[in-house]
């Protein structure tokens, strides 16, 4: 007699991932697609028309050390910009690697002053063939002094923001691209079409905190005490704020979705004026999580 073993259990499923997990999972997967962009470009252009057909710039330009504002543009390249700040450096700079075709005009980072502050752009692609994969990386470098001091405005239609510095104010407009976010600043404004905003670390923001995006996710945790204001809107992303334990919170979270969650795990009060913050946390087609930080 033939005995027939029984099939071995199936192996118990992951647990499900939290929206931030989510978040933080689709962002790395943006970031790390853009970074090895310029391996790619170059695999592909050298399989259909040689290496001769590419070339990589470098461009190190000196940025001044007075400036109190400093507006980023790339234009239509589809570029990383990193804001870093640097103990040290000895001045401001700005540094761009990027990879294009030898039809392509020679790429340069162009910076520019006048009484409104400091303006650094990338000159557009030039839309002839095969210019459509033009990428690479801008960082601007900030000694830690100057760069609590200053005021950073990002214009990017493709790519990834990340501002890793102690600023005064960043406001970033984005079409497509993911921001990432750490350091600290009195203000942050961003305006996103498509992408997702989320903190790589826990944040400081001493005044408000402003995130828009229509196509991705939102995920950003605060450390110390919360932001004055926090406005967070997502019209098809989850969203998610971790605030200080410490409170209360005049919070105004809203789920458009019937199928969507709306979530509020921080001390609450509905007094104005006593409220540590104000709160508005909206998606309509996705959750939304108001919680304190550490807690999952």
Known sequence: MTTIAPPPPAPAA?????????????????????????????SLGVAAFGLSALRV????????AAMR???????????IIRIVADRDAREPRVD???????????????????????????????????????????TVTLPPELA????????????????????????????????????????????????????????????????TTTDGDISVDFKDAAPRTVDVTSRDG??????????????DANNENADGTTVVRVPQTSDRDSAASLVTARSDDGDVVVTTLGRG
């Open 148 to 211: 609590r001091r200053l005021s950073v405005t990002v214009q990017q239609e493709d790519g990834v923001l990340m501002a890793q510095a102690d600023l005064d104010q960043l406001v970033a407009r984005t079409i497509d691209g993911a921001v990432m976010l750490s350091g600290s600043a009195r203000r942050i404004e961003i305006v996103s079409q498509d992408g997702s905003v989320i903190t790589r670390d826990p944040i400081s923001v001493s005044e408000s905190f402003n995130a």
């Open 57 to 64: 710039s470098n461009d190190t330009q000196p940025l001044p």
């Open 238 to 251: 989850d969203v998610t704020v971790a605030l200080a334990a410490r409170g209360p919170y005049l919070v």
């Open 69 to 79: 504002s400093l507006t980023v543009d790339t234009a239509d390249s589809p570029t």
């Open 14 to 42: 992951p647990p499900p991932l939290s929206p931030g997990g989510r978040t933080a999972v689709r962002v790395l997967i943006v970031v790390a697609a853009t970074v090895l962009l310029i391996g790619t470009v170059s």
């Open 96 to 138: 761009l690697r990027l990879i294009d075709t030898r039809r392509s005009p020679e790429a340069a980072a162009v910076v520019t002053n006048d009484p409104a502050g400091t303006r650094v752009s990338v000159g557009p692609q030039s839309g002839s063939f095969m210019d459509w994969h033009r990428g690479g990386q801008l």
